[in-house]
Each structure stands twice: as structure tokens, then as C-alpha cells.
């Protein structure tokens, strides 16, 4: 049996754990909800999705403060770096932790060549172009989901999940179908 979003939180922030199953992370990640398009069904679909994911990233350019509203009413850990739409100083510009042995980070533009802090990185999650990326450029692995509501920039409208164990990851490229 599989524990629940709050049983592998708690795990994992125990001094010495003697759970008898494998604790990981599942990460949703979304970002640059932006477009024509109605909230209510984008939260619809993301709150099916990401059921089962134990904390929600979101890399910026929300648009609504109804979508970050909204996905905070999912109860889950929400953590939500700055954007150029809106450009909201309430949210830092980038955010790094280090989880299930791996140093993660978020920015909403992507680094440039070279840039210190990326390079410092397991795994770099960035938004702004809204096409899906998911390189491996020296140590660090680049990902951006897309955009899971304006498909003009991408053929598809996605998303995704990050599942980090035990310092590997694995992304599920999520593709939105928003309900009529």
C-alpha cells in the first residue's frame, strides 16, 4: 500500500525513520498559465492531476491570482517563484532546495550559458519560453514544462510531474486536455 502525501511529508521530516516503505518526492510543476482560457477548468484538470503529488511548483507568469488561489485550496505545499506576468515581488525571482539528495531550482527565464547558480544545480526548473524541455547540459539537468493553457508558443498544452528518489528524478510529461 502506497502512504499518503502526509504520511512520506512527515517521513521525511522525522529525525530517524522506521517506515517500512520507500519515501520520494512527487513535485507537480506548472507554470506560464496564461492565454485565453477559464480557470475554473485549468484547476479542474491540475487538481485530478497532481492528486497524488506531494507539493506543487509553479515557475511563474500565472496571469490570475486565481490560479495560485486555486492551487493553494489543493492543501499541498505550494511553491511559486516570480514571473514577467504579472511581475509580482511578493515571490522570490528563484528558489533552491535541496530534495531527496539532489539541489533543486527554480526561475522563471531561463539561465544563460554559464550562469553560477544553474551550474550549481542537480536540476534546474524554468519556464518563460513555454516549449518543453528536459536537457541535460553538463551537471544540470534543465526542465521547463511548458504551458499547460496558451498552445501558441508549443503544439501541445502540458505540464508535468517530478518524482525525485533517493537522488535520481524522473518527469512525466502531462498532457492537458481542459474539459468544455
Known amino acids: 500500500m502506497m502512504p499518503s502525501s502526509t504520511q512520506r511529508v512527515q517521513a521525511r521530516q522525522a529525525p530517524c525513520s522506521s517506515l517500512s516503505w520507500r519515501v520520494m518526492l512527487r513535485l507537480g510543476l506548472i507554470g506560464d498559465t496564461q492565454g485565453r482560457y477559464r480557470?475554473?477548468?485549468?484547476?479542474?484538470?491540475?487538481?485530478?492531476?497532481?492528486?497524488?503529488?506531494?507539493?506543487?511548483?509553479?515557475?511563474?507568469?500565472?496571469?490570475?491570482?486565481?490560479?495560485?488561489?486555486?492551487?493553494?485550496?489543493?492543501?499541498?505545499?505550494?511553491?511559486?517563484?516570480?514571473g514577467n506576468a504579472p511581475d509580482d515581488p511578493r515571490h522570490p525571482m528563484q528558489v533552491r532546495?535541496?530534495?531527496?539528495?539532489?539541489?533543486?531550482?527554480?526561475v522563471h527565464r531561463p539561465p544563460r550559458k554559464g550562469d553560477r547558480w544553474a551550474s550549481e544545480l542537480d536540476i534546474c526548473i524554468h519556464g518563460h519560453t513555454h516549449r518543453w524541455r528536459d536537457e541535460q547540459v553538463g551537471r544540470t539537468r534543465f526542465i521547463n514544462v511548458s504551458t499547460p493553457t496558451a498552445a501558441g508558443f508549443s503544439r501541445e498544452r502540458t505540464m508535468g510531474i517530478l518524482t525525485l528518489d533517493s537522488g535520481s528524478a524522473d518527469l512525466e510529461r502531462v498532457l492537458v486536455q481542459l474539459p468544455t
Do not use: C, S, Y
Request: aromatic share 8%; proline share 2%.
Open 39 to 82: 480557470v475554473d477548468r485549468l484547476l479542474r484538470f491540475v487538481t485530478e492531476r497532481f492528486a497524488a503529488v506531494d507539493e506543487i511548483w509553479h515557475v511563474g507568469d500565472w496571469q490570475e491570482e486565481a490560479v495560485l488561489d486555486g492551487l493553494r485550496a489543493l492543501d499541498k505545499p505550494l511553491t511559486v517563484v516570480n
Open 97 to 106: 532546495r535541496r530534495l531527496e539528495g539532489l539541489e533543486v531550482g527554480m
